[in-house]
């Protein structure tokens, strides 16, 4: 077996793209968005940040978000025209959610924060990876089913479903926001689980991190012969 060095490849070249077109348009949708938190209702008076979306600036500003719109809504045919062969086999991993999953819910906490408790072995996503998922699973469609009728149904749908609509976008904004700033913390900030960020850059992970983290993931892969690790004395290149 794999001395534990290297790295092992987790995500493909496209998966890392539709991650990152993903998560640019989801920013930007949120940056502009923000300002329409003020001024909700074009009839109201402006206040706060609402001064921004009157004249040009608040056209461009509907006009950036309008696009980000529109790719965060195509982003994941980057994924399921890209790469066809790993969306079945991730997507079936992600829905499913175990006991294990539920005990590294539990354990991770106190792991992360003090290093005590030992967390059970997971595959290629882990349990936070999945609740995660679960949220910007359900805001997606939120976002697009609340946006769709902000944006083409005024005039069209009584004031009622109008406002319905602009609960539900606002409110798929706060739950994704949290998630959103939990994610960066963990990916990018937290000093052991930020080993992770280099998989979504350039698609390759520590081994000695997958090891800890992904454990069942890691020795399916081995035990497979579908492992792909470089920098591991007698183990093949990846192409």
Not at 85 to 95: A, G, I, Q
Not at 98 to 120: E, H, I, S
Not at 147 to 162: C, E, I, K, Y
């Amino acid at each position: 077996m794999a001395r534990a060095s290297g790295s092992i490849k987790k995500f493909s070249r496209v998966q890392v793209v539709f991650h990152w077109v993903y998560g640019g348009s989801w920013i930007i949708l949120a940056l502009t968005g923000l300002t329409f938190l003020w001024r909700g209702d074009p009839t109201e008076p402006a206040v706060g940040l609402g001064p921004l979306l009157q004249g040009s600036v608040g056209q461009t500003l509907r006009l950036v978000h309008r696009i980000a719109a529109i790719g965060l809504m195509t982003s994941p045919l980057i994924w399921f025209l890209g790469d066809p062969k790993s969306v079945w086999p991730d997507l079936k991993e992600l829905f499913s959610f175990g006991k294990r999953d539920l005990k590294y819910m539990l354990v991770a906490p106190l792991y992360y924060t003090t290093g005590r408790g030992q967390l059970p072995p997971q595959g290629k996503f882990n349990g936070g990876h999945k609740v995660n998922f679960y949220v910007v699973f359900t805001t997606y469609f939120t976002f697009i089913g609340s946006g769709l009728v902000m944006w083409l149904g005024r005039g069209t749908v009584s004031d009622g479903a109008f406002h319905v609509a602009q609960l539900i976008h606002s409110l798929s904004f706060f739950l994704g926001s949290g998630l959103f700033l939990l994610h960066v913390y963990l990916t990018a900030i937290h000093p052991f689980t930020r080993r992770s960020l280099s998989s979504m850059v350039n698609g390759w992970m520590e081994l000695q991190y997958a090891r800890l983290d992904h454990s069942e993931w890691v020795e399916r892969e081995i035990r497979n012969g579908t492992a792909q690790i470089r920098g591991v004395e007698g183990a093949a290149e990846a192409r």
